[in-house]
């Protein structure tokens, strides 16, 4: 059955307790809640099952009845794009919004590296920030994504390269870390995180969970574009790594460039990062800056930038900037990249250049973008103008 005729809610996503609640209306007795909890979750989290029918620990009445009112379903690969360089980006359909609708669309986009697989998972349908060199940016917001899909793209990609334990097997903790594919997961792909904070924060406790999907926290990194009052928070709450979209070093160009420094300028932002919690040389915060032409490339930018995160254990992350139809700006040259990342460099900071990946199927960072609302940055200008 596709995404769209099911009809049943599915249990991806769902916390313990939403669990204990669903074997409750089932009418399982409460001295066998906690056991029942603990087993669904397992095949559900550690095992990826998608049919009640493998978890046979179950009786067949329990089985049967969690079949007839819910389901296992994941957001559904409807295209799947390989990079010449191996990065996969997948079209996925969520379950719809109106019955008998097809469900909306959203990305999610896999980067296997000889060490490492990464893994850039969306919060978001589009987002309600217009920072100027992001193609996500041009998308309205269509609606936040819950728990379930959001973790159900790290399920959905699980499902199709292969990540989970073999079926007899009975693996507590799924896959050996060495063994996986996927190892990490970053939340840079469409949508600002801490604006849906609730529903990402519940996504990655599943994400975190060690008898669940067990990630480590230090593999996970959330990116935040800078909606400073939620950094601590999500610090206490989900105590993930940071990356924080920076790309400008002065207030002037920042605010151009990512909206919401208006509201939170660059020196509430530092202060927010210098005070997240556990940050030491093994735990350091990633600023992300995008080379753009003749903007914010030039060598007493890069000075800047040295000089404002004296005192931050951090990485800086320079991205190349990725063109997309309509795009206002240009990448700088490549001299020039090199240039600035060897001020840093020299300053102390691990600043790799991020290779841009998947750039021929437009799974580079800020090329994503899912609906068929086409608002080019142009046309947005002229409605921004418009009185
Ligand atoms: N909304 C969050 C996370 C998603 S964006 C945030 O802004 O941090 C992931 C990263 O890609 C951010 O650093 C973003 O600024 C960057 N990015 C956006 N558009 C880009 C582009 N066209 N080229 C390169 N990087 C881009
Ligand atoms: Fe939204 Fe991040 Fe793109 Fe800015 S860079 S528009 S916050 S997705």
Redesign the pocket.
């Known amino acids: 059955m596709s995404i769209s005729e099911n009809t049943k809610p599915s249990l991806i996503g769902f916390s313990r307790e939403e669990l204990a609640r669903v074997f409750a209306e089932l009418s399982v007795p409460e001295k066998a809640r906690g056991m029942r909890v603990a087993q669904v979750w397992n095949w559900i989290y550690a095992r990826g099952a998608t049919d009640f029918a493998r978890m046979t620990v179950l009786s067949k009445d329990l089985r049967a009845a969690l079949a007839e009112n819910y389901s296992l379903e994941r957001p559904e690969i409807v295209t799947e794009q390989v990079s010449a360089d191996g990065t996969r980006k997948w079209l996925a359909r969520l379950a719809p919004d109106k019955p008998g609708g097809p469900g909306p669309l959203i990305e999610t986009v896999y980067i296997p590296e000889p060490s490492r697989g990464t893994l850039c998972i969306s919060?978001q349908i589009g987002?309600t920030?217009t920072?100027s060199?992001?193609?996500?940016?041009t998308q309205k917001l269509v609606r936040n994504l819950s728990p379930g899909e959001i973790a159900g793209q790290i399920m959905l990609a699980r499902d199709r390269v292969g990540d989970w334990p073999g079926a007899q097997a009975a693996n507590p903790a799924g896959l050996p870390e060495a063994e996986r594919k996927i190892t990490n997961i970053v939340?840079?792909?469409?949508?600002?995180?801490l604006y849906n904070f609730e529903n990402v924060r519940d996504a990655m406790a599943i994400a975190a969970a060690s008898d669940g999907l067990a990630f480590s926290k230090r593999r996970i990194t959330l990116?935040?574009?800078g909606v400073v009052p939620q950094i601590p928070r999500w610090g206490a709450e989900a105590g993930t790594m940071l990356?924080?979209?920076l790309?400008g070093v002065r207030d002037e160009l920042r605010d151009e460039l990512?909206p919401i420094n208006r509201k939170w300028p660059i020196a509430e932002l530092l202060g927010a990062c210098r005070a997240y919690p556990s940050l030491s040389n093994a735990r350091r915060i990633t600023f992300?800056y995008?080379m753009l032409k003749g903007l914010n490339d030039s060598i007493a930018d890069a000075k800047e930038l040295v000089r404002l995160l004296a005192g931050i254990p951090a990485k800086i992350n320079l991205?190349?900037?990725?063109?997309?139809p309509g795009?206002p700006y240009e990448c700088s040259e490549w001299e020039q990249i090199e240039a600035f990342a060897e001020v840093v460099n020299k300053a102390g900071y691990a600043s790799p250049v991020r290779s841009p990946r998947g750039r021929d199927i437009m799974a580079?960072?800020?090329?994503l973008k899912s609906e068929s609302v086409k608002q080019r940055a142009s046309e947005r200008r002229a409605e921004a103008a418009a009185p």
């Open positions: 919060s987002c920030l920072c060199f992001c193609h996500t940016g939340l840079m792909g469409m949508g600002e995180p990116s935040t574009s990356a924080i979209s790309h990512v992300e995008v991205i190349p900037f990725n063109a997309w795009a580079a960072c800020g090329q």
